[in-house]
């Protein structure tokens, strides 16, 4: 079936430093990819999403493009605040299952000021 | 408000007592999913209905557990004879059925078993 594979955390970066949490998935249609996001004590957000090959979703300051040949849609930002801490989620949805989410287990980051 | 409300937000219970959740999504969306999301995992797939149809149940939804969305509005998944390992948060999310796979997440309930 469907699945998504996300680094393991927690992440600690110092403010200002560039992000990468690497996710990979595999599918046996074409989904769509997301990235939700999930601060502390709070709902899932969605964060920014792709639906086809080579689209990138960008959203606050962080990217991620839709690599079809690697099965990866990997989650960047140039430079991180604290305010970004957070758990982070990837996560992979196909029309062929109704669309019902598959999501990754989940990156916790830290951002010291 | 109208973004998807769950409620109660906290539940605890005994086990072996019934629980029940109720989910309100956003108004035009047509389409609704459970999911339950344990301590340092992503949310799990339970079920998903479109308006009172429900289409696809997980093997994760065991017969204690039952869901319902009568009039195709608001949603109950309801946990009959709790056993420990139902302690989770239970999470809603609503859709449009066209085009609809960006899904938008109510803030969870969390159930705790004693």
């Known amino acids: 079936g469907d699945s998504v594979t996300q680094m393991e955390g927690p992440v600690t970066l110092s403010e200002e430093a560039f992000l990468t949490i690497n996710c990979t998935y595999t599918?046996?249609?074409?989904?769509?990819l997301f990235w939700y996001v999930q601060y502390p004590g709070e709902g899932l957000q969605l964060l920014l999403k792709a639906t086809k090959a080579d689209d990138k979703g960008s959203n606050k300051g962080f990217e991620a493009t839709y690599r079809k040949e690697t099965t990866s849609f990997h989650l960047e930002k140039g430079s991180v605040q604290v305010s970004d801490s957070a758990v982070y989620f990837c996560a992979l949805s196909d029309r062929t299952g109704g669309f019902k989410t598959i999501f990754g287990a989940g990156t916790r980051l830290f951002v010291k000021a | 408000d109208t973004g998807v409300s769950q409620n109660p937000r906290h539940k605890i219970t005994k086990r072996g007592q019934n629980v029940t959740f109720r989910c309100d999504p956003i108004?035009?969306?047509?389409?609704l999913y459970w999911y339950r999301q344990t301590l340092g995992q992503g949310p799990e797939f339970l079920t998903y209905?479109?308006?009172?149809?429900?289409?696809?149940k997980s093997r994760l939804l065991s017969d204690r557990f039952s869901a319902e969305r009568p009039k195709g509005s608001f949603s109950t998944l309801e946990i009959q004879r709790t056993e420990q390992g139902d302690s989770a948060m239970y999470l809603c999310?609503?859709?449009?059925?066209?085009?609809?796979?960006?899904?938008?997440f109510g803030p969870g309930t969390r159930l705790t078993v004693l």
């Open positions: 599918a046996t249609g074409y989904p769509s």
């Open positions: 999310a609503s859709s449009l059925a066209q085009g609809g796979d960006t899904q938008y």
């Open positions: 209905f479109q308006n009172e149809a429900q289409l696809e």
């Open positions: 108004s035009e969306h047509n389409r």
